[in-house]
C-alpha cells in the first residue's frame, strides 16, 4: 500500500504535506500483522475501527496535538479571592485528545472488566490502537498508561473494599466520571535509586476512630500532577531502611467527604517533550493513602506497575518511529531535486531503510510481548519469564532507537523539519523521554540482567524462540542463520549475567534484542507469504545489527538495490529477493 494523497502540481511548493493520509491504510504492514496475530474474525470485527483512527490521527488529533503541545497545562494555586485551589488548566485540544483516548477508544480500561464473566479483547488490541494514536498524540499516552497500569496493579495487590469502590470509576469510559491515575515515586535524593526514598507513611487515627494511613514527603516528579489516583511508594515509620521498608499506598485527590486530600502541587515541570502533559513536584502534607498490599513489598508491587509503563513506553516508542518514517517515506516519494523523485536516489533508500528496521523491530517486538502477556495473565510460566525479559530489552533499546529514527527522519525534511510547524521537532522533543521514564538506559539495562541472573528468564525465553523458529518452516539457510545467532546471543547475555560484567550488560541486551526482532520477523514473514517483506527484514537486521563491518572497506550491496526498493516503496518482496539479502556464510 502506498501512499496516494493528492500534491500539489510539481514546482508549486515542493513541500509535501502528509496531512489527511491515512496512517492505517498507507502502512503497507500493519494490517496484515494485525489480521496474523487477531485472527481473522476479530481482525475484520476491528477494521473499520483501526481505518477511522487511522485517518484520524493524521487529521484532527494531530490538529489537536500541534495546538497542546503549543500550550502547555497552568497551574492555578488561588482564586481570585485568594482561596486554595490546586487547579490545572488544560487546553481545550488537550481536553479532546483526552476524551477520545480515555472514552472513544477507552485505552485506558480496555484491559479491566468492571462485572465477573465480562471479556476484554486481547492486550495487543489495546497496544495497536495506542501505537495509531501516540502516531498523533505522544503526552497524554503517559497518563493513559499509568491509569491503565494503576488499575491492575489495584486489582493485582489493592484489598478487595478498594478494589470495589475505585474500578468503575478507573475502567469508565464516561469521561465526566472516569478517574485517572498517576504514580509518585521520584523523590531529588532518590531517583533510581529507590531505597533511598524518604517519604514517610504514619499509621495515625481519623475522626471515627479508625485507623488510616498520613502521608510526608516531597515527590520531584510526578506526573499526571493532577491525577484522581496515584500509587505512591513510602516508608512506614517503624519500617527498616532500604527497599526492603517500602510500602505501596493509593492516593486519592479527593477524599470521601470531597475534601481535598493533604497534597500540594508545588509547581508544573517545563519539559523538552511531553509539554501537553501536567508533570509536577507535589508535597504530601499528612496526606490520607490507603495501604496496597503488604508493608516490605512495596517496591516489588509497583515493579509491576512500573514494567507495564516501560513496555507502554515500548510501543509509544514504536509508534513514534513509525511516525517518522510515514513522514520521511511521504516526503521522498513527492520532493524532486535535481530531476528525480527522491526515493529514486540510491542513498535516500538506504537512508530510509536505515529508519525503517528499527521501526519495525519494535513494532514485532511489542506485538509479541503483548500476545505473551495475555498467556501469561492466563497462568503461562514460559509466557511469564519471557515478558519479564522482553520488557526491559524493549524499553531498551527501542526507546533509545526511536531518539535516531526521529532525527534521521526530520533530516530528510530537511531544513522546513526543524519548523515548529511540523511534525518533526515535536517527534524529535518527544522521543528522548523514552530513555528516561521508568528507568534510565543503564538502570533498565541492569534490569535485562537482573531477569537472566535472579529471574531466570533467558533459558525460557531462548526455548521459545528456538520453538517458533523451529514450527515456522523457514527456508534452511535462514533457520541456520538464526538458530546460530539466537544461540550466540543468548550464550553471551548468561554469561555477561552471570560474572557481574555490568560494563558489557548493554551490549549484550541489545546483541538480543535484534536477534529476537530478526526471529519474530523472520516468522511473521513466512506466515505472510507470498509478501516475504517482514523475512528480508529479518535477514538485513542480521546483516546490518549483528554481524562485523568494517568500516574501512565497504562490503559490497549488488545483492540489496532491489529488496531495498521493493520495501520502501510498500511492494511484495519474493522469496527469492529476501533470500538474496541473506548474509552469506553466516550461520
Known amino acids: 500500500m502506498s501512499d496516494t494523497t493528492p500534491q500539489p502540481a510539481p514546482g508549486a511548493s515542493n513541500i509535501p504535506d502528509s496531512r489527511g493520509i491515512n496512517f ?34 493524521s487529521g484532527e488529533l494531530d490538529v489537536w496535538a500541534l495546538s497542546a503541545d503549543k500550550n502547555p497545562p497552568q497551574l492555578r494555586h488561588r482564586t481570585r ?25 477507552g485505552l485506558a480500561s480496555l484491559s479491566h472488566a468492571t462485572r465477573s464473566g465480562e471479556k476484554t479483547p486481547p492486550p495487543l488490541v489495546k497496544y495497536a490502537l495506542t501505537f495509531l ?20 496493579t489495584l486489582r493485582k495487590f489493592g484489598a478487595p473494599e478498594l478494589v470495589a469502590r475505585f474500578l468503575p470509576r478507573l475502567a469508565s469510559r464516561d469521561f465526566d466520571a472516569l478517574f485517572q491515575g498517576a504514580m509518585f515515586m521520584t523523590e ?26 498520613r502521608l510526608f514527603g516531597d515527590k520531584w516528579f510526578c506526573s499526571n500532577a493532577d491525577a ?38 508545588v509547581r508544573l515541570k517545563d519539559k523538552l517533550g511531553s509539554r501537553s502533559m501536567a508533570s509536577g513536584e507535589i508535597v504530601l502534607d499528612g496526606a490520607t493513602a490507603y495501604l496496597i498490599g503488604e508493608v516490605g513489598r512495596g517496591f516489588h508491587q509497583m515493579a509491576d506497575m512500573i514494567n507495564m509503563s516501560r513496555l507502554s513506553n515500548g510501543v509509544r516508542a514504536a509508534g513514534l518511529m513509525r511516525r517518522a518514517v510515514t513522514e520521511a517515506l511521504h516526503i521522498a516519494r513527492h520532493r524532486e531535486a535535481f530531476g528525480r523523485k527522491l526515493i529514486d536516489m540510491p542513498l535516500m533508500q538506504r537512508q530510509l531503510l536505515k529508519l525503517m528496521l528499527p521501526a519495525e523491530q519494535a513494532r514485532s517486538m511489542f506485538m509479541q510481548i503483548a500476545l505473551l502477556l495475555d498467556q501469561a495473565d492466563a497462568g503461562d510460566q514460559q509466557a511469564a519469564k519471557c515478558v519479564r525479559i522482553l520488557t526491559p530489552l524493549i524499553k531498551f533499546r527501542a526507546c533509545r532507537d526511536a531518539r535516531r529514527v526521529t532525527g534521521d527522519a526530520m533530516e530528510v525534511r530537511g ?30 539495562a541492569l534490569d535485562i540482567a537482573r531477569a537472566v541472573k535472579r529471574d531466570g528468564a533467558l533459558e525460557p525465553l531462548r526455548a521459545y524462540l528456538l520453538d517458533r523458529l523451529d514450527a515456522a518452516g523457514l527456508p534452511a539457510a535462514s533457520l541456520a542463520v538464526l538458530r546460530a545467532a539466537l544461540t550466540r546471543a543468548c550464550d553471551a547475555l548468561a554469561s555477561v549475567a552471570e560474572a557481574g560484567r555490568d560494563e558489557w550488560v548493554r551490549q549484550a541486551g541489545t546483541a538480543l534484542y535484534h536477534v529476537s526482532t530478526a526471529v519474530l520477523m523472520a516468522c511473521e514473514g513466512v506466515r505472510l507469504a507470498p509478501d516475504y517483506r517482514r523475512l528480508a527484514l529479518a535477514h538485513l537486521v542480521v546483516r546490518h545489527k549483528l554481524l562485523p563491518t568494517d568500516p574501512l572497506n565497504p562490503r559490497s550491496s549488488a545483492d540489496e538495490p532491489g529488496v531495498i526498493d521493493a520495501l520502501v516503496n510498500g511492494r511484495s518482496v519474493t522469496l527469492e529477493q529476501a533470500l538474496q539479502v541473506l548474509p552469506a556464510g553466516s550461520a
Not at 493513559?144 to 488499575?151: A, E, Q
Not at 517527534?427 to 523521554?433: F, I, K, N, P, Y
Open 81 to 105: 479571592r485568594g482561596e486554595a485551589l490546586q487547579s490545572i488548566d488544560k487546553h481545550p485540544d488537550y481536553v479532546a485528545l483526552e476524551r477520545v483516548a480515555y472514552a472513544e477508544l
Open 415 to 444: 531544513g522546513t523539519g526543524y519548523i515548529e510547524e511540523w511534525s518533526d521537532a515535536r517527534l524529535v522533543r518527544d522521543a528522548h523521554l523514552g530513555s528516561i521514564w521508568e528507568g534510565t538506559s543503564n538502570i533498565v
Open 133 to 152: 494514536f501516540v502516531q498523533a498524540e505522544f503526552g497524554l499516552c503517559c497518563p493513559v498508561s499509568m491509569t491503565d497500569s494503576l488499575t491492575r
Open 24 to 57: 492505517f491504510t498507507s502502512d503497507p504492514d500493519f494490517a496484515g500483522l494485525l489480521k496474523l496475530h487477531l485472527g481473522d474474525a476479530l481482525y475484520e470485527e476491528l477494521n473499520g475501527q483501526f481505518v477511522e483512527l487511522g485517518q484520524r490521527a
Open 228 to 265: 484522581d489516583l496515584a500509587m505512591v511508594l513510602a516508608r512506614p515509620d517503624t519500617a527498616p531502611a532500604g527497599i526492603n521498608g517500602l510500602a505501596l499506598f493509593l492516593l486519592p485527590k479527593t477524599l470521601p467527604d470531597g475534601s481535598r486530600n493533604a497534597y500540594r502541587i
Open 188 to 213: 531529588q535524593a532518590a531517583g533510581s535509586d529507590v531505597a533511598r526514598i524518604a517519604t514517610r507513611a504514619t499509621l495515625a487515627t481519623d475522626a471515627q476512630g479508625e485507623p488510616t494511613w
